[in-house]
């Protein structure tokens, strides 16, 4: 049966050593086997790989949309068709130098993308899919209707490309034109994915409200891919124009975006490589699927080939999910012995200096965080009814309660993951209630989470280097390049190493996130976090799955970054921790704030006692028989299960 | 005024179509969260089998019952060896995976029958004009037994315990579970289902729309975007959404350019969908943090 | 360190590739012939698709002919070897093989069987120097071009019969409902250009998709126009369910139809609906009503006769174009042998050649070499082919 629980349809990331060589030497073979595939390959084949590559260049945009940013498209082929008709027009009606031309026409096809993405971009899984396919058809019907796109003839007579007088004409001569161009294309499409870009979008689709939280601004990280993915489509289209020399509304047509898809499927979506090689897979096949079909089926004639397209895509995705790349990797981990399963603990020695200050964090005892009359209801249930309090520079705030009473749905607001049904909350004097936890996280805020939201398809370094997010800068364009943004990347990976060295799990730098223990996930969630150097932590439930040993650690870690001026909110069951840890403390009933005070107070509020035990307010109780009553309760509620 | 009317009859009979088939999206979508990009490929199907069992000489009720079997029967199979085998359905994966099944679905149509579209012989029944209206009995029988079917699917999710235990199974999988409900069952009862509308969709179309091995597409396209209008997991939705997207496209057609028919189901899926997400998608929201 | 060797390595590729680019060995096309071994036709048809009931019927005749010639010893003593590609009916698909077929160095490509394919296909014959004789109507083929010709008629020419047709009934306004595809594109302005010197305007054009079912819409429109006579520009199955929905709307003006409805499907598909329409075709379909006198009649009966006794069915007019293309290559190939340039001139200026579609008569300034005279005035009636009697 398939195994699709884990299917690696996305690029892998975060780096090892053995990398470092495995990848030039990689691109290195690629371009000595474009270079020699014409001189060794009989024609017929070379007019096979020209187109091959001309679709591989559309192919690569597409597993970049949908293996990095988890976006089906079934309209691929409506970027190739703009990209091709705008080459036609350009170069025949308006003798626009070719080169030229291209670049204009690229432009075009990113262009038509950015405008169609900002409203598109907006809806997710099947109705993305099936929007892009009816853009594919919007554009063929544009295109069939209007004279002066030459409607359904199209345009044509765009002849093949001459540099320094001599015509490209020739299956050989083509692909050996495109080689620099696929190759150039493949380096810039592996440099998104392995750069800061990819990362965040790789957290996105691992769990995108963390990558939020982590100051992933989402919707636009998704839109750059799309319109970038639609500049590959686009540039695919003038290749194609410039090879066939005639273009119709049958460019944009729905088998082509279909067979794209199967492309990037075969080749397998975790990689950009994939594209290249499906490609080359595909048109084989169509090849191969052609003649021997009527063959074996006399008098079968037509689109013979979709049978064996349609069939390898549904096999391929059930049986070898990650298609051709897949089962590379997995032969090649066959091979490669596997690491050693345990990472070293490494143990920071006891130190209780201040951690992570930051010069332009303000005083403590300062207000950072204010919440007023916070209400949230869902439907008939009002999950939160009026709950406000503050949170200062330079404290532990803790917020208790039995479980239901609304303490996660109050995180959830305070961090823009839902918006409040009334009330507002206010951070640093900018009210921020309702805005999207990018902008939560961009004012030097974040959360780790009472459900788990690590990163599962990446190492224990990849998530925390999502953290950096928002301390590097490098945009799609520079990471297209490379080079400029080596520095950085070196710069976070030194971060990296720090935070992990903080929390203790430097010696699982390059483990599996999924791998890990849940005690050490969690960790690993809040060491994400404090790679952002926020200025206000929210901790859902750090110490849940710890041992005690580990719990010390933490509540010393959480001195530390009180004593820096961090202000961190802690939600926890562990009633005796945290009246230990915290500098105030807020008790939340059914959704209502029962009391605000020290720990000494609240350890006598006969509300707070009232509302674990269930007991009158004026039964008398001692204090050590309370504490006790009240920690049972709270260890109780911890047994039962979650859910706050 | 008649040719008002004459726009209207033609877009309502095709919109009718459009209705089943975007019933049967909905009846899977509901239990499995699925988008079973092959469901207009059901209806393909039924109309050339239907037309190959009346060329060789079976009687129309036979053939059209044959033609149903075979469409459920293809459904069914679908659903045990692609679906049901996989453990964790993502949107990427359902879609893909009917993708491919539509793609062979409709190559083998295309080995099998030939590239040409061709009509099943139109059910009994005299073509006349009312009202300067020229009215095809096959109209008719589009309506009267899509009417009949709304109905029937209607009553069957709303009333019997067997049709609101298959709702169940979308909303609350783990609930569903528990009070006994086999969500594979379910599944595959949802896939014989949405077999059945296509083929109903199918037989009915093709004595006036033609079948042939990719008439599956549009009508696919078309019957999920009626489903989307109404919402995805509602009938009475795919219900109302279809016969507006029919008369929609028969009005567009009629009166601006007939070129702009195909265009028109997306045109609106865009909108509506780009306007009001929230009230046609159904967001399975935030993950429970 | 390793980053510089990186950076070198990735720019030391893309510098060779390059350079290989512009060293690469430039394949030369266009042999000028072979003297021995057998001769090659290609052709590029539309065998599946939106096109396939032409290309069908193509490529049956394309095999009939190849099989007799080289039964009676082929041209000259060497046989001929047909390659026959199915495009599927799509531009891209025809330029793929056109590519093939150049490669494979073949003497003479025939096809496509449609405008749109053909004008993709027609570059390339340009450009490799390749002769091509195309069997689709739309002048644009063969307007300027220098290696390609063709073989079914000019739009054109089906017009001015038309129009002839029109002067004698007295009809002033046409409404017009043309294939949105390449074969229906220009039809509307030709129409209006030829009608202008009788007064005989286009009052109405509306438009359909080659494969569309509902014709609803479009067919209210041109029963509003009120024109004298309505013309549906179009090939089967579109063309025979507009057929039937023009009659079912009840509209009673006289139709004209196309040479394009001139096979079978169309019949079969319209049934009772095509009787009484009038269409300009060729001569085949009624080759059994011609009188004894008419040039043609010995061609169309033995092909004919020769057709039926290998399929089973008539041919169709189309197939008439695939076996006048044929028989063109042929005698090109009889008098001058497969030096294409030599192949290319002699088509130029064949006179009087005797074809199933018509007698050509190729000028340089007319690749295509058919005149009105091409087409005869057709009805049905029963269900069959009438002649109509010139009055």
Known sequence: MADTTNPPTRPARGGTAGRRFAEPAGFAVFALLLVVFPLLAPETVVNVGVYALIYGIAAIGLTLLMGLAGQVSLGQAAFFAVGAYGQALLVTRYQVPMVVAALVAVGLAMLVALLVGVPLLRLRGHYLALATLGLGIIVTVVATESDYLGATSGLYGIGKPEFGGRRYDSPAEYFWLLSPVVFLA??????????????????????EVAAECLGVNTYRLRLQVFVVSAGYAGLAGVAFVHWIGVVNPNAANFPLSVEFLLMSVLGGLGSVWGAIVGAFAVELLDEGLRSLIPTLLPGAVGEVQLIGFGVVLTAVILFVPGGIHGMWRSMLARLRRPAPGIGRRVVSDEDDSP???????????????????????????????????????????????????????????????????????????????????????????????????IFRSTTVRGNVAVGRHLRSRAGLLRGALVLPARREERQIHQSVEETLALVGLAGDADRPAADLPFGRQRLLEIARALALEPDLLLLDEPMAGLSGGERRELARLLRRLRA????????????????????????????????????????????????????????????????????????????????? | ?????????????????????????????????????????????????????????????????????????????????????????????????????????????????????????????????????????????????????????????????????????AEQPTAARLVGISIARASLLSFAIAGLLGAVAGVLASPVYFSAWDSGLALGLKGFVAATLGGLVSIRGAVAGGLVLGVLESLVAGYVDSGLRDAVAFIVLIVVLVVRPGGVLRQHSVARV | MLRIRRAGVVAATAALMI???????????????????????????????????????????????????NDAG???????????????????????????????????????????????????????????????????????????????????????????????????????????????????????????????????????????????????????????????????????????SYRQLGITTPLLQSH???????????????????????????????????????????????????????????????????????????????????????????????????????TPKDHSGLGKDALVLVTVSGGKWQLLPTS
């Not at chain 1, 939600?571 to 500098?583: C, R």
């Not at chain 1, 269930?614 to 039962?640: F, K, P, Q, S």
């Not at chain 2, 899977?28 to 990009?37: E, F, M, Q, R």
């Not at chain 3, 793929?96 to 053909?118: C, F, H, Q, W, Y």
């Open chain 3, 260 to 362: 394009g409805i001139g096979n079978q499907v169309f019949l079969d598909t319209a049934g009772d609906s095509a009787d009484g329409l009038v269409a300009p075709l060729g001569r085949l379909l009624v080759a059994d009503q011609l009188p004894d006198s008419d040039p043609q009649k010995a061609v169309l009966t033995k092909f004919l006769a020769d057709y039926r006794a290998a399929y089973n069915e008539d041919p169709s007019t189309f197939a008439g174009h695939a076996w006048d293309a044929f028989q063109l290559a042929v005698e090109a190939f009889k008098a001058v042998g497969t030096d294409k340039q030599k192949v290319r001139d002699y088509l130029e200026q064949v006179n009087g050649f005797v074809g199933v579609t018509g007698v050509y008569r190729m």
């Open chain 1, 186 to 207: 493949l380096l810039v499409a592996r440099n998104i994915v392995a750069g800061r870009v990819g990362r965040a979008l790789g957290a996105v689709n691992d769990s």
């Open chain 2, 1 to 169: 005024m008649t040719d008002l009317l004459q726009l209207l009859l033609a877009g309502v009979s095709v919109g009718a179509v459009y209705t089943l088939v975007a019933m049967g999206f909905v009846a899977i979508y509901t239990v499995s969260g699925v988008i079973n990009l092959a469901q207009g490929e059901f209806a393909a199907l039924a109309g050339l089998v239907a037309i190959s069992a009346t060329g060789s000489g079976l009687p129309l009720p036979v053939a059209l019952l044959l033609a149903i079997l075979t469409v459920v029967i293809v459904a069914a199979v679908m659903q045990r060896v692609t679906i049901a085998p996989v453990k964790r359905m993502t949107t990427l994966l359902s879609i893909i995976l009917t993708l491919g099944v539509s793609t062979a679905l409709k190559a083998a149509m295309l080995l099998i029958w030939g590239p040409e579209g061709h009509g099943l012989t139109p059910f009994p029944g005299t073509d006349f004009t009312l009202a300067g209206v020229a009215v095809r009995a096959q109209y008719l029988w589009i309506l009267a037994v899509t009417a009949l079917t709304a109905v029937a699917v209607t009553w069957f999710y709303e009333r019997t315990l067997l049709g609101k235990a298959l709702r169940a199974c």
């Open chain 3, 19 to 69: 350079m290989t680019a512009g060293c690469a060995e430039k394949e030369t096309a266009g042999d000028s012939g072979t003297s021995s071994g057998p001769i090659r036709i290609g052709a590029v048809l539309d065998i599946t698709g939106a096109g396939a009931s032409l290309g069908v019927p193509e490529r049956k005749t394309l095999e009939l002919l190849a099989k007799q010639l």
């Open chain 1, 355 to 453: 951690l992570l200050a930051r010069p332009g964090r303000p005083a403590p005892g300062t207000p950072l965080l204010e919440v007023r009359d916070l209400v949230r209801r869902f439907g008939g249930v009002t999950a939160v009814g009026g709950v406000s309090f503050e949170v200062r520079a330079g404290e532990i705030f803790a917020l208790i309660g039995p479980n239901g009473a609304g303490k996660t749905t109050c995180f959830n607001m305070i961090s823009g993951v839902l918006a409040p049904s009334e009330g507002s909350v206010w951070l640093r004097g900018e009210r921020i209630d309702g805005r999207k936890p990018h902008v939560f996280a961009r004012a030097r805020a974040t959360r780790t989470f009472q459900n788990l939201q």
């Open chain 3, 74 to 244: 082929g041209i000259n003593g060497r046989k001929v070897e047909l390659i026959i590609e199915d495009n599927q009916s799509t531009e891209d698909g025809a330029a793929k093989a056109m590519n093939e077929m150049v490669s494979k160095k073949v003497d003479i490509v025939l096809g496509a069987s449609r405008t749109g394919p053909s004008l993709a296909m027609r570059a390339i014959a340009e450009s490799a120097k390749m002769p091509m004789i195309s069997l689709a109507a739309n002048v644009r083929i063969v307007d300027g071009a220098t290696w390609v010709f063709k073989t079914a008629q000019n739009d054109s020419v089906v017009l001015e019969n038309i129009i002839d047709y029109a002067r004698s009934k007295g009809w002033k306004t046409i409404g017009l409902l043309r294939d949105a595809s390449g074969y229906g594109e220009g039809v509307a302005e030709t129409l209006t250009e030829l009608g202008k010197p009788h007064g005989i305007t286009v009052s109405q054009v509306e438009k359909f998709a080659p494969d569309a079912t509902d014709f609803t819409a479009q067919m209210i429109n041109i029963r509003n126009a009120n024109a004298d006579v309505n013309l549906i520009w179009g090939i089967p199955p579109a063309a025979a369910l507009a057929q039937k």
């Open chain 1, 564 to 644: 820096g001026g961090m202000a961190v909110v802690l939600v926890e069951h562990d009633v005796e921790a945290v009246l230990a840890l915290a500098d105030r403390v807020a008790v939340l009933d059914d959704g209502r704030l029962i009391a605000l005070g020290t720990p000494e107070e609240i350890r006598h509020d006969p509300a707070v006692l009232a509302a674990y035990l269930g007991v009158d307010d004026d039964e008398a109780l001692t204090d050590e028989a309370l504490t006790d009553e009240v920690t049972r309760a709270a260890a109780r509620e911890l047994a039962n299960g979650d859910g706050a």
